[in-house]
């Protein structure tokens, strides 16, 4: 009913008003991770157990086994080496929070840490995908606005009886955003139904 469309619309703008919580949770594994690189400075040795965990777990062995083996060989000069890779897991992380103050399609590619060092293979083997952690929670906040827009329709199907030629009709400004393009979202009326898509396809890959 055209009452449950009001009630919808204001528990999307009252979901959409909320702080995202992926702030929190990428400071909450930077934080993890430099405790984690505090632990290994203390005791460099652990460093060799924690790398055997990525082994166990199956995900790049490899590249795990490589970085076991080198810091075996360096384990007298791990000091610098550990400071050099927290350093650079500090800068990533510090550029990754900076890109989400910025919507998605504002954003720029996430900085590569390239592996040629013992230092940046240790924080290359541990650090999250975080492009991936990015399109999870970009994509669940453009699912709610298109709830909000396909809401916003069925309600100007109730007072018309027929569906809005453009987006632009219903005057839901930001809401009718696509956060991945700074577009409105892809709506196509076809008689007396439609379509509604966001272009995520620069992002989901």
């Given at each position: 009913?055209?009452?449950?469309?009001?009630?919808?619309?204001?528990?999307?703008?009252?979901?959409?008003?909320?702080?995202?919580?992926?702030?929190?949770?990428?400071?909450?594994?930077?934080?993890?991770?430099?405790?984690?690189?505090?632990?290994?400075?203390?005791?460099?040795?652990?460093?060799?157990?924690?790398?055997?965990?990525?082994?166990?777990?199956?995900?790049?062995?490899?590249?795990?086994?490589?970085?076991?083996?080198?810091?075996?060989?360096?384990?007298?000069?791990?000091?610098?080496?550990?400071?050099?890779?927290?350093?650079?897991?500090?800068?990533?992380?510090?550029?990754?929070?900076?890109?989400?103050?910025?919507?998605?399609?504002?954003?720029?590619?996430?900085?590569?840490?390239?592996?040629?060092?013992?230092?940046?293979?240790?924080?290359?083997?541990?650090?999250?995908?975080?492009?991936?952690?990015?399109?999870?929670?970009?994509?669940?906040?453009?699912?709610?606005?298109?709830?909000?827009?396909?809401?916003?329709?069925?309600?100007?199907?109730?007072?018309?009886?027929?569906?809005?030629?453009?987006?632009?009709?219903?005057?839901?400004?930001?809401?009718?955003?696509?956060?991945?393009?700074?577009?409105?979202?892809?709506y196509q009326l076809d008689k007396?139904?439609?379509?509604?898509?966001?272009?995520?396809?620069?992002?989901?890959?």
């Amino acid at each position: 009913s055209d009452l449950d469309c009001l009630t919808l619309q204001h528990l999307v703008d009252d979901w959409l008003a909320l702080p995202s919580s992926i702030t929190s949770v990428v400071d909450g594994e930077r934080q993890w991770m430099q405790r984690m690189m505090a632990k290994a400075k203390k005791n460099p040795s652990s460093l060799i157990d924690t790398v055997e965990t990525v082994i166990s777990s199956g995900d790049e062995d490899l590249a795990a086994l490589q970085t076991q083996r080198e810091i075996q060989k360096n384990i007298g000069k791990m000091d610098q080496i550990l400071e050099d890779a927290s350093n650079l897991m500090e800068g990533y992380y510090q550029e990754v929070l900076k890109s989400l103050t910025l919507p998605p399609y504002k954003r720029k590619p996430l900085p590569e840490i390239p592996k040629t060092t013992l230092a940046s293979n240790i924080v290359g083997l541990f650090l999250p995908s975080m492009g991936t952690i990015q399109y999870r929670y970009d994509r669940e906040r453009s699912l709610i606005q298109m709830l909000g827009v396909r809401t916003a329709l069925r309600a100007y199907h109730w007072e018309y009886g027929r569906f809005p030629v453009h987006l632009s009709e219903l005057r839901l400004g930001e809401k009718a955003i696509d956060p991945f393009t700074g577009k409105p979202f892809l709506y196509q009326l076809d008689k007396d139904t439609y379509t509604l898509k966001a272009d995520d396809s620069a992002f989901n890959k």
